[in-house]
């Protein structure tokens, strides 16, 4: 079945210093759309990012993401963390074939001061 | 305004008590969601309802049945419930197959002691 790997479980950085969050998958189907949710203290997941074009480069609140079929990989940037982006980053796949999301297990970021 | 709403937002019981939570969705979405999220663990799918009456296990279901009687509106029964089913419960709707995201509602902490 569909799969989605997030290696990190936490990530930490300094204010101001770039970040990126991995995400892999494992899909049999073609038709293909992935997501990044990020999910702030206390409140509901959101969708952060959301692409379906292969090397597309697709952008949102300082944050950009690049769907690589060739590598199964959309990973999640940013240049210059802030303080507001500590929160739970979960990676998600949703495939032709099914009425779900598949998740990643989610990564905690952190930005110190 | 597009939302998911779930009542309550928190909840304690007694091990054994049966617990119900509720959720609702203003969007028409066919496809509504129930997961529980733990530390380390991410989300994980307890059932989908992929419309009235027609509702499908998800990952870990055992310990939990649902209801979806009408379309804007899905709950989440635990009968008899026990310790290890304290958790944070969301619920989520879509438009269903392919490449749509989900719209979370804000969560139910639940404890039960």
């Known amino acids: 079945g569909d799969s989605v790997t997030q290696t990190e479980g936490l990530v930490t950085v300094t204010e101001g210093l770039p970040v990126k969050l991995n995400c892999t998958y494992q899909?049999?189907?073609?038709?293909?759309?992935f997501f990044w949710y990020v999910q702030y203290l206390n409140e509901a997941p959101q969708v952060l990012l959301k692409?379906?074009?292969?090397?597309k480069r697709t952008e949102h609140q300082g944050f950009h993401a690049t769907l690589h079929k060739s590598s199964s990989s959309f990973h999640l940037q940013k240049s210059s963390a802030q303080l507001s982006d500590s929160a739970l980053y979960y990676c998600?796949?949703?495939?032709?074939?099914?009425?779900?999301?598949?998740f990643g297990s989610g990564t905690q970021l952190t930005v110190m001061p | 305004d597009m939302k998911v709403t779930q009542m309550p937002r928190y909840l304690i019981k007694r091990m054994g008590e049966n617990v119900l939570l509720e959720c609702g969705q203003d969007?028409?979405?066919?496809?509504m969601y129930w997961y529980r999220q733990d530390p380390g663990l991410g989300l994980q799918l307890i059932y989908i309802?992929?419309?009235?009456?027609?509702?499908s296990e998800g990952d870990i279901p055992k310990g939990y049945r649902v209801s979806r009687k009408k379309r804007e509106h899905f709950s989440l029964i635990l009968d008899s419930a026990k310790t290890n089913q304290t958790s944070v419960y969301f619920c989520?709707?879509?438009?269903?197959?392919?490449?749509?995201?989900?719209?979370f509602g804000s969560g139910t902490r639940l404890l039960v002691i």
């Open positions: 989520a709707s879509s438009l269903g197959q392919g490449n749509s995201d989900y719209t």
């Open positions: 899909t049999t189907y073609l038709t293909i759309a």
């Open positions: 692409s379906s074009t292969d090397n």
């Open positions: 998600a796949l949703s495939s032709s074939g099914s009425w779900q999301l598949i």
């Open positions: 969007m028409s979405h066919e496809t």
């Open positions: 309802s992929y419309d009235v009456d027609s509702n």
